[in-house]
């Protein structure tokens, strides 16, 4: 089912994103903590990603490279603050350089993943960011985070097994 709801709170300065699977949470949590399942499903269906570095430890760095379909490469990267397998992790979210280091001219977020298993066994995934200022807010969406965070969870699916 994927993506069953999306939530933009500007007086938050929040976008909370809901998506269901019929997996063992275990398994939805492997698709963030396995950096070859993690490049699979990050970023777009037309912007496939490449993990090359992947620390999912509080302290740790996750770097990725997404291409696009006229070669153009666009590099991310994460800075992992908590992290409570198979159940919680939050990182900073910041956009690169062509070098891989943090862009200061682009801002960060803050994302917040839950995992949780209602009584309906399915494995509820929650994923709220939080942005720095409206300013911020208004650009990353401007710059289609919402429309390629959706496609980009739409692709777990074929992931768990």
Known sequence: MSVANVHKDADTLT??????????????WNVWADPRKLERWWGPPTYPATVLDHD???GGRVTYV????????HRG????LAVEAP?????EDGFADGAGDPNPD???TVARVSLSTPEDGRTTMAIETTFPTLGAME???AMGMEEGITLAIGQIDALLV
């Open 15 to 28: 976008m909370a994103i809901t998506a269901e699977f019929d997996a063992p949470v275990e398994e939805v």
């Open 77 to 80: 990267w994460w800075r992992v």
């Open 106 to 108: 682009l801002p960060t």
């Open 66 to 73: 997404m291409t696009g379909p006229e070669g153009d490469r």
């Open 56 to 58: 999912l430890t509080p």
């Open 87 to 91: 159940h919680r992790l939050e990182f």
């Open 139 to 141: 650009q990353i969406l």
